[in-house]
């Protein structure tokens, strides 16, 4: 295990937050970098990337969404190997590499996987399903209060993974250099259309809920209509395909894997989060 600080790149986002909390709480040291950390780290800076990796042996690699922030990523890992990096862990995505992921946001992650194989530093792969945190945690939330969840996810299912336990996972392979060159595809212990999660998260609010099946392009406009960029809109659309073209209706075992346990259920991570008011606003 490094005795020099872990590098968090991400580390106030979902998953970054996550791990720092498990190193904290263990006593072990890290440097969050992030555009509005101490250490400042933009992936669209590059000038602001040799800081955060000096003195560092060893990071957790968060990367930004769409083909070129995914782009830039790669550029990074190589530059910061090269610079004395020794191992990286990368959240990656599930499905990644599999056959019929046709989409830009797709293949310039498959570019990003193999960039970090190739960048001469030892790596771990972690390759989660969608998170839970994403309605309760911007993104979804807005569609959760407003009472609609308007997304192209047609009718196909998830295995929605609790944030959680990414970050258990994540932490676990950070600290145990036994993982190295593994790939772990990580999920929640069942799959949930996006009906079915209105109904859950209708269940445990006691608002009603109710999904909105829009068609892709349709979800592209209304996105860029809320500010995002239209590379983001499409790389966001690009992955709910997978949801609605049914290629994501399956359960994975890198939890099982990882921690030698059971990952937590969506109706159990809804009901707790629901206890601490995050849908009471």
């Known amino acids: ?48 990337w040799a800081g955060a990796v000096a003195g560092i042996d ?10 070129t922030g995914l782009a830039l990523a790669g550029k990074f890992i190589q530059q910061a190997a090269a610079e004395g990096l020794r191992r990286v862990v990368l959240l990656s995505g599930r499905g990644v590499g599999s056959p019929g992921r046709d989409f830009a946001v797709y293949e310039s992650s498959v570019e990003l996987e193999n960039a970090v194989r190739a960048s001469g530093a030892d790596w771990t792969i972690v390759r989660p399903a969608w998170f839970a945190q994403n309605f309760s945690e911007d993104f979804l939330y807005d569609y959760v209060m ?11 299912a998830e295995a929605w993974i609790d944030t959680n336990d990414i970050g258990d996972v994540m ?51 209304e996105l860029v209509s809320y500010g995002q960029t239209q590379e983001d809109s499409e790389a966001v659309r690009d ?32 009901r707790e989060t629901a206890k601490t008011g995050a849908w009471s606003a």
């Open 1 to 48: 295990m490094t005795t020099t600080p872990i590098l968090i790149i991400g580390g106030k986002g979902k998953t970054g937050r996550r791990v720092a909390e498990q190193l904290e709480t263990r006593g072990i040291a890290y440097r969050l970098a992030s555009r509005s950390s101490e250490q400042r780290f933009d992936w669209y800076d590059e000038g602001s």
């Open 239 to 270: 992955l709910f395909a997978v949801i609605r073209n049914r290629r994501s209706e399956y359960v994975s075992e890198g939890v099982q894997q990882v921690l030698g346990r059971e990952p937590r259920d969506f109706a159990d991570w809804a």
């Open 58 to 67: 060893t990071a957790y690699l968060a990367p930004p969404v769409g083909p």
């Open 171 to 221: 932490t676990e392979v950070l600290l145990d250099e036994r993982h190295t060159g593994e790939t772990y595809s990580l999920s929640g212990p069942r799959t949930l259309t996006m009906a079915e999660v209105a109904d859950e998260l209708s269940a445990v609010t006691g608002r009603p809920i109710r999904y909105v099946d829009l068609e892709p392009e349709q979800f592209v406009a």
């Open 146 to 156: 407003g009472g609609e969840i308007r997304v192209a996810a047609g009718d196909g």
